[in-house]
């Protein structure tokens, strides 16, 4: 799993009070706000955090940015300066009652401890810093405004093998094996319940946690590979039940949209039928496609023509 991916179920968990995590962030009332959402700051010019948490009873947000590598950017940090409590409220859409405060955070890995504080620490700012260790979390430079928050991470303990995975599966780094595995069952649920389609967006949606809130360029890698899978997966193992649908093609749809042609699962809840064992084998065989590094891709154009 990335580092992107386990800090965001990790905090997550946190944040909903997921048993065997600590409890310190929800019992301090943060929630998640946003993930990968760009807005702008007092000076007009666009910071994107990580991932937004706020609190109405801490009065307080906090806006993490991570680094997998050894250094912050100069610019980035100074755009991050210039955020101040408007910007939350009337560009991030977080609620002025979780506004009184806010830092900015910074999270790197252990391995870059010496080098991750230093444009910070030039810089003059006050963002806390912390990095992932073997057992957790800890802070290295500066605190967070709120003193409360601030203790939760001197130091944070955490398994990190306990960590769930379920809260936010993909990112854009992920594999479209995982894509794939993820992206089917929500497929075969929406057949369950007799739906005639399956359209991009509803599908983004229901696989990637506020979705509707990421900032439109990371939705589009997401979608990019969604679409791939599905497109394959028409074409392939479930070409008997889906189909991209000819108005999508044309453009007529606003979003990539498959046609269910052929649904064996209306209203059968029971996965131990045999429709549903069919359908499991079909999706085993589609991870095992985008498993496979040697596979020959099928590109499929916009007019329809297939091409290798």
């Known amino acids: ?31 998640p706000e946003t993930v990968e959402t760009t807005f702008s700051n007092s000076e007009d010019r666009n910071v994107a955090p990580d991932l937004i948490i706020a609190s109405a009873q801490a009065h307080h947000t906090v806006c993490f940015e991570w680094k997998s590598g050894a250094n912050t950017e100069a610019d980035q940090l100074q755009r991050y300066s210039r955020v101040v409590p408007n910007d939350l409220v009337a560009k991030a859409f977080v ?33 806390p810093v912390m990095v992932t260790t073997a057992t957790g979390m800890e802070t290295i430079l500066n605190a967070y405004t709120h003193v409360p928050t601030d203790g939760v991470f001197r130091p944070l303990n955490v398994n990190w093998d306990t960590v769930p995975t379920s809260f936010f599966p993909l990112d854009a780094d992920s594999e479209l094996w995982e894509f794939a595995e993820h992206a089917i069952p929500h497929v075969l649920e929406q057949m369950i319940k007799g739906a005639p389609r399956i359209r991009m967006d509803d599908l983004a949606k229901s696989m990637i946690p506020l979705y509707d809130r990421m900032r439109p360029d990371y939705k589009g890698q997401l979608k990019q590979k969604i679409q791939q899978v599905m497109d394959h997966a028409s074409r392939a193992q479930f070409s008997t039940y889906l189909q991209r649908s000819p108005r999508a093609v044309a453009g007529v749809m606003q979003t990539p949209t498959w046609d269910v042609i052929d649904n064996p699962l209306v209203g059968m809840a029971d996965k131990r039928q045999k429709a549903w064992k069919a359908m499991q084998k079909k999706h085993e065989s589609l991870i095992n496609y985008f498993k496979n590094p040697q596979r020959q891709e099928v590109l499929e154009m916009d007019e329809g023509e297939a091409v290798r």
């Open 95 to 127: 609620h002025v009652n979780k506004c009184a405060t806010h830092d900015i955070a910074i999270i790197g890995k252990d391995e870059h401890r010496g080098t991750i504080p230093i444009g910070v620490r030039d810089g003059g700012y006050a963002f």
């Open 1 to 31: 799993m990335s580092f992107n991916l386990k800090l965001l179920n990790l905090f997550f968990g946190m944040c909903t009070g997921t048993t065997g995590l600590p409890p310190d962030l929800h019992r301090l009332g943060y929630i």
